[in-house]
């Protein structure tokens, strides 16, 4: 995450026929330049409170779920000796318990990449995005890491999957965006996240940027932790200027910024593209998928 903020504003400067400049950047939808993504590891029964509490504030939320646990309770042992156990949320409630979320991949078992083969790395996510996608009926785009581990290599794997991203735990406590998106490292683990609340909601750049958190929600079972969550979650659903949106579907939209065609005066977005947003001179404006934009009808 070497990449300083804006790395993704796209500006051309494109002459109409006066020889005038036109000044041109795509933003996120409706002009904003500021977006949050909520990454949520393990697919844990606690979840269910915490997607009420993103949907209380219209927060939106990535799961990234091991799918060979979900229904079970598993024993899991601690550095003390003791064992913490986990239940995890039913095969069968999916869309429902994460209705308004993004459902994403975790490893089937939670394995360690670090310690596995190529061929069981594909073996942990193939199956895991079969059987989520069977059970949801949903396109799978994102992923989480297991433990956060992974390397270039271990990327490039990923890369050949049908995925878009993988987010690791290395936080950058910055706002800009990966290199490669399958190493793309979260601005800050939810419990140093009250250090970039102010900073983040007086964040006035007009080039993009995003805070990226992510967490588990069995880690909420600290009753401060959760305390903490609900004054982050009320204080940053009342900005009008961040685009709240799950980690696949902004992806995709970087993705398809860069499908934009221009020729001449002519802005033209492809079918198979969400509507994106640019700004000119006179304001934010949107190109549907199949638009053609004529810049002159903007002098
Ligand atoms: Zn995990």
Redesign the pocket.
């Known amino acids: 995450m070497k990449k300083s903020f804006g790395i993704l504003v796209i500006l051309i400067l494109l002459y109409a026929c006066d020889n005038k400049p036109y000044q041109l950047e795509f933003t996120y939808p409706q002009g904003k330049h500021k977006a949050l993504v909520l990454s949520y590891?393990?697919g844990t029964i606690q979840d269910i409170d915490l997607v009420k509490l993103f949907d209380k504030h219209n927060l939106i939320g990535t799961f990234?779920l091991?799918s060979g646990y979900l229904d079970k309770t598993i024993g899991w042992p601690l550095q003390n000796g003791d064992t913490i156990f986990q239940r995890y949320v039913p095969k069968d409630s999916l869309n429902i318990i994460y209705k308004n979320h993004e459902i994403a991949v975790?490893?089937e078992l939670?394995k360690n990449f670090l310690d596995i083969s190529d061929e069981d790395i594909l073996k942990e996510i193939d199956s895991d995005i079969k059987v989520i996608r069977n059970a949801t009926n949903k396109d799978i785009r994102s992923m989480?890491y297991?433990?956060?581990n992974t390397t270039p290599h271990i990327a490039q794997l990923i890369s050949k999957t049908g995925l878009i991203n993988g987010r690791t735990i290395a936080d950058t406590h910055q706002y800009g965006f990966p290199e490669n998106y399958f190493m793309w490292h979260p601005t800050c683990h939810d419990s140093r996240v009250m250090e970039h609340l102010d900073s983040y909601l007086k964040l006035n750049n007009k080039e993009l940027s995003l805070l990226y958190v992510w967490g588990?929600s069995w880690e909420f079972d600290d009753e401060n932790r959760w305390k903490n969550m609900i004054v982050f979650c009320e204080a940053i659903a009342m900005a009008e200027d961040i685009w709240f949106v799950s980690h696949g579907e902004l992806t995709e939209y970087l993705l398809s910024t860069n499908k934009v065609k221009i020729e001449g005066n002519k802005i033209y977005n492809p079918e198979e593209n969400p509507t994106v947003w640019i700004t000119l001179s006179d304001g934010p404006k949107k190109i549907n998928p199949g638009e053609t934009l004529i810049l002159s009808d903007y002098e």
């Open positions: 590891d393990d990234n091991n975790h490893g939670h989480a297991p433990f956060g588990h």
